[in-house]
C-alpha cells in the first residue's frame, strides 16, 4: 500500500562521508530536533488513520515508512509505539505491526460516543457557522460526491472525514476536536473499508445536516448527524462481524 504523507525528505545528506552508522542514530540531530521529528511523524501517521489510508490488519513495517519519510527507523518506531499505546495499532510482534480490527463491543462503544459528541458539535455548528464556513462544508460534500462518482474511494474515504471534523472546528470545541481525534484513529481504517460499497449510506444525511446548518438549526443538526452515524453502523457491523479470528489470521 502506498501511503502519501506528503513529508519533505528534511533529511537527505550529500556528504559522501556522512556514514550509514550515523544516519542510523537520527542524522546526528539535537534531542529536540529528535523529538519535533517523532511528533511530526506521529501526526501524519495519525493523519493517515484518520483518513483511512491504511485498512484492518494493514501491515506497517517500520523501515519501509522510514526510507519513504527519508529518515532513521528511531524517530518511526517512536511514534509507532505512541500509536500502539493510542490502541490505533497492534504490536503482535517486534517485526509484526497491524491495524486492529475493532471488536464488535469496542465498535459499539466508539459509535455510542460518536452519536452524543458528534450531535454536539453538530448542534453547536449548527447556531455558530458564518456563511464562509458553510460553503466550506458545502464544498467537502461536492467534492465527496464527485469522488464518488468518480469511483476514487480513497479521496471520498478522506473528505467524509474532513466534513466530519469541520464541524467541530466550526463548532469551536477544541477539547471535543482531540477526543473525535482519538476515536477516528481506531474509526479511519474501519470507515475507509466498507467505504467502496456503504458510502452512500454514509453521506445521504449529509444533506438534511446542511439544511439545518443552513437554517441554523441545533436540534435538527444534532439528530441528522447522529442518524448519519447510526445508518453507517449496519455496513459497519457486517464488516466487523465477518472478521472471524482465522480470516485476520490468513
Known amino acids: 500500500m502506498r501511503l502519501d504523507l506528503d513529508l519533505p525528505l528534511i533529511l537527505h545528506h550529500d556528504d559522501a562521508s556522512y556514514s550509514e552508522e550515523q544516519a542510523m542514530s537520527g542524522f ?3 534531542l529536540l530536533e529528535h523529538d519535533n521529528l517523532g511528533s511530526t511523524i506521529y501526526q501524519k ?9 491504511f485498512k484492518p490488519d494493514d501491515r506497517l513495517k517500520i523501515r519501509d515508512l522510514a ?3 527519508g529518515t532513521s527507523v528511531t524517530p518511526v518506531r517512536d511514534a509507532i509505539l505512541r500509536l500502539v499505546q493510542d490502541q490505533a495499532l ?3 510482534s517486534p517485526r509484526d505491526i497491524r491495524v486492529p480490527m475493532l471488536t464488535r463491543a469496542a465498535y459499539l462503544e466508539i459509535r455510542d460516543i460518536r452519536v452524543n459528541l458528534e450531535g454536539l458539535a453538530a448542534a453547536r455548528a449548527a447556531e455558530k457557522a458564518t456563511p464562509a464556513q458553510i460553503e466550506v462544508l458545502e464544498a467537502l460534500l461536492k467534492r465527496n460526491e464527485e469522488a464518488m462518482a468518480a469511483g476514487d474511494t480513497a479521496l471520498a474515504t478522506e473528505l467524509n472525514q474532513m466534513f466530519h471534523f469541520a464541524l467541530s472546528e466550526i463548532a469551536d470545541m477544541p477539547v471535543l476536536g482531540d477526543i473525535l481525534r482519538r476515536l477516528w484513529l481506531q474509526m479511519g481504517p474501519l470507515i475507509a473499508d466498507v467505504y467502496d460499497g456503504a458510502g452512500r449510506t454514509m453521506i445521504d444525511h449529509h444533506y438534511p445536516l446542511m439544511d439545518a446548518i443552513r437554517r441554523h438549526d441545533g436540534p435538527a443538526a444534532t439528530r441528522a448527524i447522529q442518524a448519519d452515524i447510526l445508518l453507517a453502523s449496519g455496513p459497519i457491523l457486517e464488516r466487523v462481524d465477518a472478521a472471524t479470528p482465522e480470516a ?3
Open 28 to 30: 546526528d540531530l539535537t
Open 90 to 92: 497492534v504490536l503482535r
Open 248 to 250: 485476520l489470521a490468513s
Open 67 to 69: 526510507e519513504r519519510l
Open 45 to 53: 501517521l495519525c493523519e493517515a488513520l484518520m483518513k483511512g489510508v
